[in-house]
């Protein structure tokens, strides 16, 4: 009895002693001698490289099933305009400097998983040399823009003057975590969590009330636990992003592997969830460590003294309450470039819209962030027009912006245009709270509670319809 | 008497010293990592630097835990630096300053979350 005592405290005592700052150790430690580019990693990768070619990551388009009006096409960023950077192709890489010498623009292509050629449609060698790996699979990874030998601009990772640092953190492979994946989404619009408003940096390490999927303390899932894709494609695109490269894979909170349909146990609480999706209720709030960007309007630049450049005018806000939209997972309006926009009944051009409506069966209500902008069209022809924005922020000069990103992307020069409205619902998934911290009955069913009935389709708020029967 | 006055004078006198190294020092130790940084290091491991650009960036985590513990001593201990009253490296960085600048450069090396330059 007492020797076991013994011999356990003396087992547990080992188990503390181990070092506390045990190395990770990563399987590619022996793969390779030096990292010489992606050319290291196709020695054994070829195949990856292949799938990833293909990838709506890579190829920033794929087919939109989910579109109305769509079918058969490829949809992405990079023949979408959409009212946050609108258009990448006249904004893909470069420095843009202040007079002062400040750096205020490095081009969409920072988010772009290469080196820093726009993704082409064949397979050539310089197309798998031109794929960054590193960016969603290395530890302790960061890239910069310099300038090539030829005048050009590329990504290179920081460290490319230190050979011995670069070989090290190059090595440090595994599966994306959320750091990684968090690169490029934490940062998507311009600025941390500018245009999600529900994917933050905070999420590479925080507590259960900010997120109770992701907290490091928790749960501890990773993106790619829900997002489990394979060949390089990814699912779960959300009401917003046009491709769908996992089409047979939908991804929901109340899918069978995840939590069903009657997670509850609370028959008031299951059957709320045939008409009120999951986030509707437990995302009571949004965007709870940055301000995320809730109207942007272009054509109003202005001089900022503090970030030393022109800039459009914003508004920001942190701890946002979602609006509520039906939806079937079809969304409409998704901006193709060169198409005409079409306008609602307030005028605004329709961004991203949830296809759905209480009638629908099978439609339900999710939870948004309504965002509003105003953009540049094309006076005769009506379609929205990309923005060379880097110019902007250096020169002040809007309309130069336009024209320069409009005869690049359309051969059209000296473009006329207006300014219009827009509006855009963006679904949110993420920062799920407590289930503590979800709404109770009287956030929905209240006199100026969160749901506008009247809106959705409702005469009135069914719970007081069925206190007015019943008395 | 005169050795009273003796003792006393050279009591004020090491105050007098003691307090002007004060004052030099509380603009030191008022400084972060960051500031720091670029008071001792920059100033010879500029862009362009003969002895080599080095900000928190340019290394590693690994590379600059193995400087500060194995090299920086060695590397510096007989640089002068004429920026500050041309005296060695290794004298004007007090180990208590050198501790904010190494938390400062392992923060934002290469391989951490915010890799930075000291501005």
Not at chain 1, 130 to 139: E, F, G, Q, R, V
Not at chain 1, 327 to 342: F, I, L, R
């Amino acid at each position: 009895m007492r020797t076991k005592q013994i011999l356990l405290a003396v087992t547990v005592a080992g188990l503390l002693a181990t070092p506390a700052v045990a190395r990770k150790t990563y399987s590619h430690q022996k793969y390779f001698e030096h990292y010489e580019g992606t050319k290291t990693c196709l020695k054994c990768h070829k195949k990856q490289a292949r799938t990833f070619f293909h990838s709506q990551h890579y190829q920033w388009k794929a087919e939109a099933s989910n579109v109305v009006g769509a079918e058969g096409k490829k949809l992405g960023k990079i023949n979408q305009i959409n009212d946050y950077c609108t258009n990448p192709v006249p904004m893909w890489i470069g420095e843009y400097v202040t007079p002062e010498g400040k750096v205020v623009e490095e081009g969409c292509s920072k988010c772009h998983p290469g080196n820093g050629t726009l993704p082409g449609e064949e397979l050539t060698d310089a197309e798998m040399e031109n794929m960054d790996c590193l960016i969603c699979h290395a530890s302790g990874y960061r890239r910069g823009l310099y300038e090539t030998e030829e005048g050009g601009w590329e990504w290179k990772p920081i460290l490319w003057k230190n050979q011995v640092g670069l070989d090290s953190v190059s090595r440090r492979i595994s599966l994306p975590t959320r750091t990684m994946c968090l690169r490029c989404h934490a940062a998507s619009g311009g600025g941390a969590n500018f245009k999600r408003g529900d994917l933050e940096y905070k999420q590479t390490d925080c507590d259960t009330d900010f997120d109770v999927h992701m907290a490091s303390d928790g749960n501890d899932m990773q993106c790619i636990d829900c997002h489990a894709g394979e060949d390089h494609r990814i699912p779960g695109p959300g009401a917003d992003i046009a491709g769908n490269e996992m089409p047979d894979r939908n991804i929901k909170c109340d899918n069978d592997d995840c939590h069903g349909t009657e997670p509850h146990g609370q028959a008031i609480l299951d059957t709320h969830t045939k008409r009120v999706f999951c986030t509707a209720c437990h995302i009571p709030v949004f965007a709870k460590e940055n301000p995320t960007n809730m109207v942007r309007d272009w054509s109003k630049g202005i001089y900022s003294e503090e970030k030393g450049k022109h800039v459009y005018t914003a508004t920001f806000e942190k701890e946002v309450k979602p609006v509520l939209r039906w939806w079937n997972g079809k969304t409409s309006h998704m901006q193709e470039a060169g198409k005409p926009v079409a306008t609602n009944d307030r005028g605004e051009i329709m961004m991203a819209v949830p296809v759905g409506s209480k009638d629908d069966p099978g439609s339900r209500l999710f939870a948004f962030k309504e965002y509003h902008a105003v953009m540049p069209v094309l006076t005769e022809k009506r379609w929205l027009l990309p923005i060379r924005t880097g110019v902007f922020y250096v020169s002040g000069d809007m309309t130069d912006a336009v024209r320069q990103a409009t005869s690049e992307l359309y051969g059209l020069d000296n473009a006329e245009f207006d300014w219009m409205p827009t509006v855009h619902y963006m679904g949110l998934f993420h920062e799920v709270s407590p289930a503590s911290q979800a709404l109770g009955c009287l956030d929905c069913h209240s006199d100026g509670g969160r749901i506008d009935w009247a809106g959705l389709g409702y005469e009135g708020d069914p719970l007081l319809a069925l206190f007015q029967k019943s008395h | 008497m005169h050795r009273t006055w003796k003792i006393a004078s050279i009591v004020v006198a090491g105050m007098v010293v003691i307090a002007l190294s004060g004052l030099a020092n509380a603009r030191d130790k008022k400084m972060d990592g960051q500031a720091l940084f670029k008071e001792h290091c920059k100033v010879c491991h500029g862009a362009d630097s003969d002895n080599g650009e080095y900000t928190p960036m340019t290394l590693i985590q690994d590379q600059w835990e193995e400087f500060f513990s194995d090299t920086y001593v060695d590397t510096h201990k007989d640089v002068v630096d004429t920026a500050h009253g041309g005296k060695k490296v290794t004298e004007v960085i007090t180990p208590e300053m050198l501790e904010k600048i190494k938390k400062f450069a392992i923060d934002h090396a290469a391989d951490s979350e915010h890799p930075m330059t000291c501005g």
